[in-house]
């Protein structure tokens, strides 16, 4: 085994850890099998997952086994941790579709071939529970004044917390139990806020098996700026293109602040630290070369290596004022003359993932937030209507907006959509 603790000390993956000296000897002197939890909630996942899903290839790169748990039967109650309401219910149609889809997405990062890793699914035995049986045999291991003692606990008492919820630690929990007594599974990972789930897990199997078992978390990764991590105009920054386009996912790592360079390389590639080391270095508008490297390196992993260098192309030619060449990698549009034609100019961009309203739209052009454009000239007038006029140029875009055949909308300084006329 090599030195899979320090490796992920060394990228920044370690928040808390439940006995950092005996997990750091284990990981690096035998295979140890290991889990982290995905609840189908959506169809796809999204930046916020990339840290578990780093940490496990790292540690599968380190000779250790993951087991990626896909929560079939935890979805169809919804984890409070990090919640201020209670989640929308879903049916089982909708998280077993969600359920497959993630699969499909996990092993983007982990290799499940010749028995390397295992993909589960909790339903497969919280489904089939017997309530009483289960008070019995795990609820009675745990204590509400421990349980209420967690901050994800306390913050919920606060706007209201339902009996279904408060039982979701109880089957992660179980969770752990089974992944142990079925695989040896000795390690939960998961985010800073899975903290009092994870430990609640490990507590579980050493009061029934007498087992040692450990619990490891990463840190909430947050951006320099302040915004909220993988938080774009449209929402959550997701993993699947029919969610968020891939021109829009490379774009958005991109944009980082550069003060946020160097932790995202090494959170979110696999490049060696000492090359990191030396790409953080840049200054100025060199920085920008390392943000390249971050934004191809991801989304090659995500997306394949081919859109990723159509979006690198594509960022090229924009930022040389040249959209022509662009518009087949970024996001586009095609509308027709007839459904252009008298367009507000709000409509048409809430119509884009520039904006994720026509409010949004609204503010932008008279709070100059991001400040929108037609090509290279900026919108002064929510009252604008569009005019297609082949071959007139833009005017200073103060009543009437004309556009061509090809046009480049732009939010901000590096946010592009293509709107494309079919006569």
């Keep these: 085994m090599s030195d899979g603790f320090d490796i992920l000390h060394e990228r920044g993956f370690i928040k808390q850890c439940s006995d950092e000296q005996t997990l750091r000897k284990i990981l690096n002197n035998e295979q140890v099998t290991f889990y982290a939890g995905f609840d189908p909630t959506y169809s796809s996942l999204h930046a916020g997952h990339l840290v578990p899903l780093f940490a496990m290839a790292h540690l599968q790169r380190a000779g250790h086994k993951p087991i990626a748990l896909v929560g079939g039967g935890t979805a169809r109650i919804g984890d409070p941790s990090g919640r201020t309401e209670m989640r929308q219910m879903l049916s089982i149609t909708e998280i077993k579709k969600n359920a497959e889809c993630l699969k499909k997405q996990i092993a983007l990062f982990i290799d499940f071939s010749e028995h390397k890793a295992l993909m589960v699914d909790n339903a497969d035995w919280l489904c089939e529970l017997n309530y009483i049986e289960f008070l019995r045999d795990i609820g009675r291991h745990f204590s509400v004044n421990r349980m ?28 752990y139990l089974v992944l142990y007594q079925k695989y040896g599974c000795k390690l939960q990972i998961g985010g800073d806020d899975q903290w009092g789930n994870i430990v609640s897990g490990m507590e579980l199997v050493r009061r029934v098996e007498s087992a040692d078992v450990y619990a490891l978390t990463h840190p909430l990764v947050t951006r320099a700026d302040g915004k909220k991590m993988g938080k774009t105009e449209k929402g959550a920054l997701f993993l699947d293109s029919a969610s968020t386009e891939v021109y829009d996912f490379y774009q958005y790592w991109i944009n980082i602040p550069d003060q946020d360079v160097e932790k995202f390389l090494l959170l979110y590639t696999f490049l060696p630290v000492l090359e990191i080391k030396k790409l953080a270095r840049f200054k100025d508008n060199e920085i920008n070369r390392a943000k390249e490297v971050l934004a191809f390196e991801l989304t090659s992993i995500v997306h394949g290596k081919e859109k990723a260098e159509k979006s690198r192309q594509a960022a090229a030619a924009l930022f040389k004022k040249d959209g022509s060449a662009a518009l087949d990698a970024m996001p586009s549009l095609e509308l027709t003359i007839s459904e252009l034609s008298g367009m507000n100019i709000t409509d048409l961009f809430s119509k884009t993932s520039l904006c994720s309203s026509k409010s949004d739209a609204r503010r932008l052009i008279t709070e100059g937030g991001g400040a929108l454009y037609i090509n290279d000239i900026k919108v002064k007038d929510i009252h604008s209507e569009v005019i297609y006029i082949k071959d007139k140029k833009n005017n200073d875009l103060n009543s009437a907006i004309y556009v061509n055949d090809t046009n480049i909308l732009r939010a901000g300084k590096k946010r592009y959509f293509g709107i494309i006329i079919k006569e």
């Design 148 to 175: 209420l003692s967690f901050e994800t606990y306390k913050m919920r008492l606060e706007t209201g917390l339902s009996f279904i919820e408060f039982n979701y630690q109880l089957l992660q929990s179980y969770d």
